[in-house]
Structures are given as C-alpha cells and as structure tokens.
C-alpha cells in the first residue's frame, strides 16, 4: 500500500523550511498535554512507573510533530512507537489529524485508523489496565474525522477558487475577443461612412479645379457640393464616435436613422452629380426588409459605386437589387474607366473584404473580382432570416480571396 504524503520531504523540492505559527502552538501543546500526562496519570505504556522518563519521551515527541509535514511518515512511526513506550496521547492524536487530511483513499484512512487504534491497544495493554476500546475508539476516530472535514472542506475551497480563477479568465477573453469584434466593426462602419462620403470631397474638389473655368455659377455649385459632403461626412462621424463616448458625457447615444433602401436614391444622386453614370433597377418589394437587411444592402451599393468612382472614372455602372423571396440579389457591375483614375487617392484596401465579413454574419455570400471586359463585378445575396441560413466562412465558395479584392489594376 502506498503511504506516500504530499507533504513527505522526498516529495518537496529544496527549499529552506519555517515552520507556521500554527504549527508551533500545536507542537507546544502536544509536548505539555504529554509531559502533564505522564507525570499524573500512572499508567505510561513500557514507562509505566517511571514517571520522569516517561515525561521526557513525551514532551520530546510532543515537539518532534512540529516536522510532521516536512518528514511525515518518519515522525509517525516515531510517535506510535512514543505512544507505546510512554502514552504520548497529544502527540498521536496531532499525527492522525495530519494524516487524515493528507491520505484520500479509504484504504489508507483506514489503516491509520487501525495503527493508531492498534498502538493505543498496546499502551494499555503494558500498563496493565487491559485493552479499552471505549475510550480507544473515541480517542482515534475524533481526530480521524475532524482532519478529513477540514481536508475535504479545504480541497472543496480549492477547486471553487480555481474555478473562479478559470471563469475570470475566460470573462476576460471573452471580453477581449468582443472588445477585438467590436473594434474591427466601428473600423468597418468609419470606412463605409466616411470614406464614402470624403472621396466624394476629394473627387469633386478634382472636378473643380480641372473645370475652374467652366464658369462662376457651376464652380459654385460644386463649392456647395464639396462644403455639404464634408459637413455630413462630419456629422457622420460624430455620431459614430457619440456611440463610444456618450456614457462619460452623462446623454445618450445618438439616434439617428441608419440607412435604409428609402436612401438609394440620394447615393444614386450624389454619384451622378460627379459625374458618374449609374443605372439602378430595383425589383421586387424592398421596403419590408429586415433594418439589418436594408443597411447590408445599402452598404454593399455605396462600396460598389465609391470604388467605381475612384478606379473606373467615366465607365457605365449597373445596378440590380432583386427581392425574390428567400433573400435579396445585389448585382453591381462597371465597364472599363474612360477617365484616368485618381491613384492619389489613400485606400486600405479592406473595403470588399468588410463587405464579405458584414455579409457572412447575416449568413449571406458575397463574390467581387474583375470581368473578362476590364470591368468590375461586385455579386451579394442577403437572405431575410439569417437565423434559417447557415453563414459561410471565410473559406466558403462564395467568400472572396484576397487575390479578387486587391487586384493589381483595380485595387477596391
């Protein structure tokens, strides 16, 4: 049987030992309890009738147990053996509350149990008062009991207090996963929102200063043009950031419309007026969508047309939303550009690919590359219920590659 302590020294690696203050009162009071009882009880197991000795042994072994969890099966033999030579009764009944609460097999309790009892047996069997299981029992199994409930409940503390620890940690994973999700979705509504809305500011500013002398009246109106983009894209952008910042102002959050298919007609018009030439055929019923729906699909129209403005000037752009039913088709496509296009113009290059991922979360697909022509294509899908649809990732058949949305001439 394997009496191997957790607290034994071959099983601690080196290190310097101080015993607790605990530990010291428990060793002072087994060696007084014993050199008290032996110099008034008469009967002391082998030492029975000398007194002096038997103290001696007592409060030597009482103050051995102050090591009984540095050396733990060392000092237990040597205070069974005390407690049949001179009846050490503190000192035995401190080892057994020890080992109680470092054996978990109920084979090793058990023969604790019976070594202790056996060792008290033979006590007073040398003293000449006969065996005396009535008091023997008791003696054994209050300690035995008492170290395993503080064993059992001190274990039981342990385990809830890593489990805190676990679910602390997983909290704050979570937390930083979510603080990470969030951060990438205000980046991909700053990009949707305001860059759409400053490279309308950049174009047109381009516009004015080619055509300056087209007249007083038309570098007017497109002053006007550039100053009202720069406003919205402004007012747009406070309201994303009041989103972030509203709590340690003391308001609210700001509660204006997100954009819904009701606002196709405004984009269709701002990019007309510089100058592009866009054909928007709607079909079906669009207006009952789902919120989330109709942004998707007015986010996925102003990509297309902002990147058909700033990498194919002048070409023909098409555009198809279709209802049928199970979910909304999205076809954008442009021709070749027949104006230079503005490479001055910054771009990150992960406006198509916010698109996929905005998508892929309300379980549609989306697909963008260049035709065979020299144009463009951008395809989406939106199904009305995404909780019915299952999301294709980002290895999906429809997902687009890197390669697709990067292209070397047509970066999007």
């Known amino acids: ?19 607790s203050p605990t530990d010291v009162a428990l060793a002072l009071a087994a060696a007084a309890y014993g050199v008290g009882d032996s110099l008034v009880h008469p009967a002391s197991g082998l030492l029975t009738g000398r007194p002096e000795w038997a103290a001696l042994v007592a409060g030597l072994v009482g103050l051995l147990v102050l090591w009984r969890r540095r050396f733990t099966r060392s000092v237990s033999a040597v205070v069974l053996v005390a407690h049949v030579l001179c009846y050490a009764p503190g000192a035995l ?6 080992l109680a609460g470092l054996y978990r097999r109920p084979a090793q309790l058990a023969a604790v149990g019976l070594s202790a009892l056996a060792a008290e047996t033979a006590a007073s069997e040398l003293a000449g008062a ?4 009535v008091h023997g029992v008791p003696f054994v199994a209050a300690p035995l ?21 676990a679910l602390e940690s997983r909290q704050a994973l979570l937390e930083g996963r979510a603080k990470a999700e969030e951060r990438t979705r205000i980046a991909r509504e700053l990009h949707d929102v305001v860059g759409h809305r400053v490279s309308h500011v950049v174009l047109a500013a381009g516009a004015l200063q080619v055509g300056a002398g087209r007249g007083a009246e038309w570098v007017r109106e497109e002053a006007e043009h550039i100053r009202s983009a720069g406003v919205q894209a402004l007012v747009e952008l406070r309201d994303i950031l009041g989103v972030l910042t509203y709590p340690e102002r003391g308001g609210t959050a700001p509660m204006e419309p997100t954009p819904t298919v009701a606002d196709l007609d ?24 789902p919120a989330a729906t109709q942004l998707a699909v007015y986010r996925v129209l102003q990509e297309a047309f902002t990147n058909a403005l700033r990498h194919a000037p002048g070409a023909a752009v098409t555009a198809e939303v279709t209802n049928d039913g199970p979910a909304v088709r999205i076809l954008v496509a442009n021709g070749v550009a027949t104006e230079s296009p503005a490479d001055d113009l910054p771009s990150a290059g992960h406006g198509l690919l916010g698109l996929a991922e905005r998508l892929r979360l309300l379980g549609g697909t989306f697909e963008a590359g260049p035709r065979r022509d020299g144009g463009f294509r951008v395809r989406a899908g939106i199904p009305h219920d995404p909780a019915r649809t299952e999301p294709s990732g980002p290895s999906g058949p429809h ?12 970066r999007r």
């Open 1 to 19: 049987m394997d009496f191997t302590a957790r607290g034994d020294s071959a099983s601690r690696p080196t290190r310097r030992w101080r015993p």
């Open 399 to 410: 997902a687009p590659s890197e390669s697709s949305l990067d292209q070397s001439h047509d």
């Open 93 to 98: 009944a401190v080892m057994i509350y020890t």
């Open 130 to 133: 006969g065996p005396d299981l």
């Open 145 to 165: 009991v008492m170290g395993l409930y503080v064993a059992t409940r001190q274990r039981l503390i342990d385990t809830m207090r890593e489990r805190a620890a």
């Open 266 to 289: 405004a984009l269709v018009a701002d990019c007309r007026r510089l100058g592009m030439d866009i054909t928007l055929d709607r079909r079906g019923p669009l207006d009952a969508l």
